[in-house]
DNA sequence: GCTCTCGATACTGTATACAATAAAATCGAC
DNA sequence: GTCGATTTTATTGTATACAGTATCGAGAGC
């Protein structure tokens, strides 16, 4: 998993799987702040990197900008969204509130397959922090809690956590300290036992106080902008 | 209000006006049912009865594909979308959790002028009911929950709210008998009595009611497709 | 030396043209 | 007469070319 997808290889699929790859690949930067906030996204140069013409470039940049990834000014192109604190706090009492919500569903249906692939999930997830690779932790602790929405079998609201959790990798790229990550190494597992034990009531808490620690390790500093090199981020 | 923004009017506002303007005219047909569920959207069909190019029409036909109004499927084209009940029980429990939890937060900032300001929006909608534009109806009654939402301060919670409000539109339109409108007449002026009151328990209570009466009117019967005249329906 | 204006440049916005593919219709065979 | 194969047509997917506009830099005036 080291690197992970760094280079789209130019890998000629038809049509569709690859305007999702290159969708992938730039989300994937941005959560992963190899691309920060701020920076600019010219049309021109995506389609060079990624060998399509700038029509592709034009829908998945609308797309991003719908998931509010990156942010579409009028004549001025696209660049990666810089969230502010307002926003931040509008994101996390969102997650309260519908993740929450959420956990007496999900301790409902919760079987052992489940249990089994989110215990899989949080150990991926603790050995990319071991190994020093803190924004893919903070990917895949996105991925371990749209799944676990996913399991509450709203596809609603699960879409909207998905949504919020892109946004709080974003977020937490941005004003996370090195070294305090926001979710604590045991959290999750801590969740899913509640979770097999059918005790949503005490899932639902324990959501609450997790997502409460992940704000709370917030600090709201902004760092600087710089210019970047996209043939590097991508290995184009 | 009789037949709203039927015709386009074919005004050559600049850039952005434009497909603000197209966006909007094509969401509203949906949610009031003039395009009804299934129908066909054809690029071309849709650029010359908006006298712009498929290259626009391609952008609003995404944007609507991703609020789920319309459905985008590979190589056959936009359709729109035909709410199943499966999804129409999803979206409910989705308003159940989100509107509900958000009273308390809309009570504790309601003001004078936000009260009268979504008590004349009650009352346009009472006036819509009663010259028997039932579907002009609903998509103000959604107006008025977005705008609801929308005073608790929280934006990412109010967007989805408007999501959620669009899709049930739709499900209204389609599953609704005539007659039995979602929104009971005088519902949302009780509410707006409790939120001015400051009782944010008892207005979370009512709206939890109001939401189930509206789902438990809806008939789960469809009805046959048949294929759009655009130019009637925009007056092109 | 600073600011304001004018020009060049770089980028996005839009349309159009071309290619690819799936649906439909027609023709032939059984 | 019906089923199947092939051609035709309709419609989307993609690229490219052109136009418009904002930004940046240079030069002149104050």
Redesign the pocket.
């Known amino acids: 998993m080291s690197d992970a997808q760094g280079a789209p290889k130019l890998v000629k699929k038809?049509?569709?799987a690859?305007?999702e790859a290159i969708y992938k690949a730039l989300s994937d930067a941005i959560i992963e702040q190899r691309l920060k906030p701020g920076a600019?996204?010219?049309?021109?140069?995506l389609?060079e990197v990624f060998?399509?013409?700038?029509?592709?470039i034009?829908?998945i940049l609308q797309r991003l900008a719908i998931e509010q990834l990156v942010t579409?000014?009028?004549?001025?192109?696209?660049s990666v969204t810089r969230p502010t604190a307002d926003e931040a706090k509008d994101v996390f009492d969102a997650r309260q509130l519908i993740e929450c919500g959420l956990m007496p569903d999900v301790a409902r249906r919760m079987g052992k397959k489940e249990a089994a692939e989110l215990r899989d999930m949080a150990r991926q997830e603790r050995q990319a922090l071991r190994s020093g690779q803190q924004s893919v932790a903070i990917r895949l602790s996105a991925d371990f809690h749209v799944r676990l929405a996913q399991l509450s079998g709203n596809a609603a609201l699960a879409e909207f956590v998905e949504r919020l959790c892109s946004r709080s990798s974003l977020i937490l790229a941005v004003y996370g300290h090195r070294g305090h990550l926001g979710c604590e190494s045991h959290d999750h597992d801590d969740l899913i036992g509640y979770l097999e034990a059918g005790n949503g009531e005490r899932a639902k808490a324990f959501m609450s106080r997790h997502l409460k620690a992940i704000e709370a390790s917030l600090s709201m500093v902004e760092e600087e902008e710089n210019v970047p090199d996209l043939r590097q981020i991508f290995g184009g």
Chains 1, 2 share one sequence.
Do not use: F, I, Y
Not at 40 to 45: I, P, S, T
Not at 72 to 78: D, E, F, H, S, V
């Open positions: 038809k049509g569709e690859r305007h600019r996204l010219r049309e021109d140069a389609a060998n399509v013409s700038r029509t592709g034009r829908k579409l000014t009028p004549r001025r192109g696209a």
